[in-house]
C-alpha cells in the first residue's frame, strides 16, 4: 500500500530524513519510535503533504500512485489521514461546520453521494458516542478550548468519519488518561481491516497493548535502524535507545 | 501631488454650483429654520476645505478621486432619469429579508414611495423620509433633533451633506415603546453614464426607555462612479437601546463618506456595527458622545478591501461623564494591493471617572501587498478608569490551512472558510438574522477569489 524509498527530506538548510524505508502492506500495523527530534513527525507530515518541508531525494508510492506529487487534498480524498501531533485550533470554524465539509469532499472524491444535513449528523452522533465525546463538541470551533486529551479524541473522530485507507496516528497517545487510551484504541481498532493500514508514531510501548502492530520500526537521526516485531518495543522500553546510538549515521 | 489652493477653491466651485442650482427651491418649500442651516453648512464647507493628507484626520486617506470628479447632482426636483428594472430588483434584495417594522429605500438621495413600505406602526412613532415629513404639517417637531448634535467646523463633507441632503429617512421612537423588528434603509447610487452624487441624511431618536433597531445599507446600483455622502445621526435617551448597522457596498468606482454621530443620554446603550464590504474609497467615521452616566457605548467593524481599494474607519468615543463603558472590535481583511486605516480614538474626560473602555483591532492579510495603517488614540484625562486596547495585523495561519487541506478540503475552500471565520467573529454579531445572511452571502461573493500567497 505505502513504500517510501530512500526518502531525503529538509527543513530550511536541515536535514531531517536521511535515506529513510519503509514498506506497508494493507492490513497491517506499523509503530514507530524514536526519541524526541529525530523526524518522526517529519515522515507523518511530509505523508500528508505539508509544504514546510522539501523532499530532497528518495519516492513514495502510495497504491501505485506517486504520493508526492499530490496536493495534501488529493491525498486526503486518496485516503491518507494524519492525526496531528499537535492538532490545531480553528476559532470561529464549526466542528460540525468543518467535518461535514471534509467528509463530502472525500465523499464526493470516491464518487459517493454526499451526505445531507441529517444523515451526516446521524454518523456524527454514533462516532462520538463511541469515542465518548460531549454533544456540546459539536458546535464548537474546531479544537479551540478543547483540553489535550480532547484535542486527541477529536482527531480520532475525524478519522473515523474519514475511513481513510491509510491512517499515520502522531503521537495520538500522549497526554491521554488510561480511559481515554483505551477508548482511542478501540476508535484505531474498529478501523482496522484487510484493506486499511495504520502507522502508530508513539512513545509508549503501552499504546501498543492496545493496537497491536504487526511491526515496530526505530527511527534515529532521519533513519529507520532496527525494524522487529511487537516484542521490540518491551525491548526499547526497557533499554532506551542508546544501545542502537551506533547503528545511527552520524549526523 | 498636493493639490495647490487654487484646484481646491475650484473643486469647490463645482458643489457650490449644486447648492447655487438648489437655492431658490430651499426657500420656497423648506422651513426658515431648515434653510438657515443649510446656509450656515454652506459657509462652513466654504471656509473648511477638503481634507488633505497633511489633516492628522486624513493622514492616510487622499479624498483627491472624489473632489476631482465632476459628479452631477440631482437636487430636490428629484430624480432626473427614469430607473431601471435592475435598480428595481436590487431595491427589493439589498439588506437581506426577514421581518421589518419598515423599509425606506432611496435612489440617489430620493425617496422611491414605491419601493418602501411602512406597516402599521405603534402609536407615536414615526418612521418615514425626511422630505414627507417636512411637507406635514408638525415639520417643526424635526427641528428639536436635525442637526444638533453635528458640529461642522472644519469639516468639508458633513458641512457639505448638510448643506445639499435631498432626502433621508426620519426615525422617531416615543417614551417606552420599543420595536420589535428592524427599521432597514436601503441607498441606491446610479450613475447610469455620469458620475453621481447622493447626499442622504438619517435621523434617529429613540426616547426614553424605547428600544430600536436600524440597518442602513449604500449599494451602488450600477457599474458608475457615484458617490454617497452620508450622515447618520443617533440620539437615543436616558435608558433607550438602538442596535444601528452602517453596511456598504459600493462598485469599485465608487465612493462612500459616511459619518454616524451617536448621542447616549443617561444610561442609554447604543451599538453601531459597521461593514465595508466594498468601494474605491470607503470612509466610515463613528463618533460617540456618552454625555450622562452610566452610558455605553459599543462599536464593531468589520472591513474588506481587496485591488487598489481603500477603507477607512475612524472611531471617536468621548467618555463625558462618569461610569461609562465601551468596547470596540474592528476586523478587516485585505487583499491585492488594497489599503486600509483603522483609527480608533478614545476620549476620557476629567470628569468621567470609573470609564471602562477596551478596543481591539484585529487585520488578515491575505496578500504581501497590502497595507493597514491601525492607530489607537487614547485621550486619558481622569485617573480612576480602565482603558485597554490591541492591534493585531497577521496572515492566514498556515497550519490552519494546511490542517483544512489535510482533511480534503480544497484550498480554496479551506481559504474561503477561514476567512469566513475571521470575518464572523464581527458577523455573527449582527442580530437581524437576514442582514447576516445578506452579509455573509456578500462576503462569500467578494472573497471567492481571494489571492493568498502559495500554490
Ligand atoms: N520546519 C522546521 N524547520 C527546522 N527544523 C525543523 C522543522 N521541523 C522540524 N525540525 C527539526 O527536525 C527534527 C525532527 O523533528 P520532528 O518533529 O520530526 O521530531 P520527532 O521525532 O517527531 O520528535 P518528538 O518525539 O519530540 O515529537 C527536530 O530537531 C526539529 O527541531
Ligand atoms: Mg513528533
Redesign the pocket.
Known amino acids: 500500500m505505502l513504500s517510501v524509498k530512500n526518502l531525503q527530506v529538509t527543513?530550511?538548510d536541515?536535514e531531517?530524513l536521511r535515506g529513510l524505508s519503509l514498506e506497508v502492506k494493507a492490513g497491517e500495523v506499523h509503530a514507530i519510535m524514536?526519541?524526541?527530534?529525530?523526524?518522526?513527525?517529519?515522515?507523518?507530515?511530509v505523508l500528508a503533504g505539508r509544504d514546510?518541508?522539501h523532499v530532497t531525494g528518495g519516492s513514495v508510492d502510495f497504491m501505485g500512485k506517486n504520493l508526492l506529487d499530490m496536493k495534501p487534498e488529493e491525498r486526503a480524498r486518496e485516503g491518507v489521514f494524519l492525526a496531528f501531533?499537535y492538532p490545531v485550533e480553528i476559532p470561529g470554524v464549526s466542528n460540525m461546520y468543518f467535518m461535514r465539509a471534509s467528509v463530502n469532499a472525500v465523499r464526493k472524491h470516491r464518487g459517493m453521494p454526499e451526505l445531507d444535513a441529517f444523515d451526516f449528523l446521524e454518523t456524527a452522533k454514533k462516532k462520538m458516542g463511541l469515542l465518548q465525546m460531549d454533544a456540546a463538541f459539536r458546535e464548537r470551533a474546531v479544537n479551540v478550548g478543547f483540553s489535550g486529551g480532547e484535542k486527541k479524541r477529536n482527531e480520532i473522530f475525524q478519522m473515523a468519519m474519514l475511513e481513510p485507507k491509510l491512517a499515520v496516528l502522531?503521537?495520538t497517545d500522549s497526554g491521554l488518561d488510561i480511559d481515554a487510551l483505551r477508548i482511542v484504541a478501540d476508535g484505531v481498532n474498529a478501523l482496522r481491516s484487510p484493506e486499511r493500514a495504520v502507522i502508530v508514531?508513539t512513545?509508549y510501548q503501552r499504546l501498543l497493548n492496545y493496537i497491536i502492530p504487526d511491526f515496530v520500526h526505530v527511527?534515529l537521526n532521519g533513519r529507520i535502524v532496527r525494524s522487529g516485531g511487537k516484542e521490540l518495543a518491551l525491548e526499547l522500553d526497557e533499554k532506551g535507545y542508546a544501545w542502537l546510538e551506533s547503528e545511527a549515521v552520524p549526523a | 501631488m498636493m493639490p495647490t489652493e487654487l484646484e481646491i477653491t475650484e473643486r469647490q466651485e463645482l458643489f457650490l454650483s449644486h447648492f447655487r442650482q438648489q437655492e431658490a427651491q430651499l426657500l420656497s418649500s423648506e422651513p426658515a429654520w431648515l434653510t438657515e442651516q443649510r446656509q450656515d453648512a454652506i459657509q462652513s464647507f466654504q471656509d473648511a476645505e477638503f481634507p488633505t493628507t497633511q489633516d492628522e484626520d486624513w493622514r492616510y486617506t487622499n479624498v483627491s478621486p472624489i473632489i476631482q470628479t465632476a459628479f452631477r447632482y440631482e437636487g430636490l426636483g428629484g430624480q432626473s432619469s427614469p430607473e431601471s428594472a435592475e435598480i428595481s430588483a436590487q431595491a427589493k434584495s439589498i439588506g437581506g429579508d426577514g421581518p421589518v417594522t419598515a423599509r425606506l429605500v432611496f435612489v440617489n438621495g430620493h425617496y422611491s414611495e414605491k419601493h418602501s413600505s411602512i406597516g402599521s406602526l405603534p402609536a407615536g412613532v414615526r418612521i418615514g423620509s425626511l422630505r414627507t415629513l417636512l411637507r406635514a404639517k408638525d415639520a417643526d417637531g424635526l427641528r428639536v433633533y436635525l442637526g444638533r448634535t453635528l458640529n461642522l467646523r472644519r469639516q468639508a463633507f458633513t458641512s457639505l451633506n448638510a448643506a445639499l441632503w435631498q432626502d433621508g429617512a426620519f426615525v422617531l421612537v416615543p417614551q417606552n415603546v420599543a420595536l420589535t423588528d428592524p427599521v432597514q434603509l436601503v441607498y441606491l447610487s446610479t450613475a447610469q453614464g455620469a458620475p453621481t452624487a447622493a447626499h442622504s441624511r438619517t435621523l434617529i431618536v429613540a426616547e426614553r426607555n424605547a428600544q430600536v433597531t436600524v440597518a442602513e445599507t449604500f449599494q451602488a446600483g450600477d457599474d458608475g462612479i457615484c458617490f454617497s455622502n452620508a450622515v447618520t445621526e443617533i440620539v437615543a435617551g436616558e435608558n433607550a437601546v438602538v442596535d444601528y448597522y452602517h453596511s456598504v457596498r459600493e462598485n469599485n468606482r465608487s465612493f462612500h463618506i459616511g459619518l454616524v454621530q451617536a448621542y447616549a443620554g443617561h444610561a442609554a446603550q447604543i451599538s453601531a456595527l459597521a461593514v465595508s464590504l466594498s468601494g474605491a474609497l470607503v470612509r466610515n467615521e463613528v463618533r460617540a458622545v456618552l454625555d450622562a452616566e452610566g452610558a455605553d457605548c459599543t462599536l464593531n467593524g468589520l472591513y474588506l478591501a481587496k485591488g487598489v481599494q481603500h477603507v477607512d474607519n475612524h472611531t471617536t468615543i468621548d467618555h463625558a461623564k462618569p461610569h461609562g463603558s465601551s468596547r470596540q472590535v474592528y476586523n478587516g481583511i485585505l487583499d491585492g494591493h488594497a489599503t486600509a486605516v483603522f483609527n480608533g480614538r478614545v476620549i476620557v474626560r476629567p470628569d468621567a471617572q470609573k470609564t471602562d473602555a477596551n478596543q481591539k483591532n484585529r487585520n488578515l492579510l491575505l496578500s504581501a501587498d497590502a497595507t493597514i495603517d491601525t492607530k489607537p488614540q487614547l485621550e486619558i484625562s481622569a485617573n480612576d478608569v480602565r482603558c485597554t486596547h490591541g492591534a493585531t495585523v497577521g496572515q492566514m495561519d498556515p497550519e490552519a490551512l494546511f490542517f483544512l487541506r489535510s482533511r480534503g478540503l480544497q484550498r480554496e475552500e479551506a481559504v474561503a472558510l477561514l476567512i469566513q471565520a475571521f470575518a464572523g467573529e464581527i458577523l455573527d454579531k449582527v442580530k437581524p438574522e437576514g442582514l447576516r445572511h445578506w452579509l455573509e452571502g456578500a462576503l462569500r461573493t467578494e472573497f471567492s477569489n481571494a489571492s493568498v500567497a502559495g500554490k
Do not use: C, W
Open positions: 527543513a530550511g536541515r531531517i524514536g526519541p524526541n527530534g529525530s523526524g518522526k513527525s517529519t515522515l507523518a507530515q514546510t518541508y501531533q502522531d503521537e508514531v512513545h527511527l
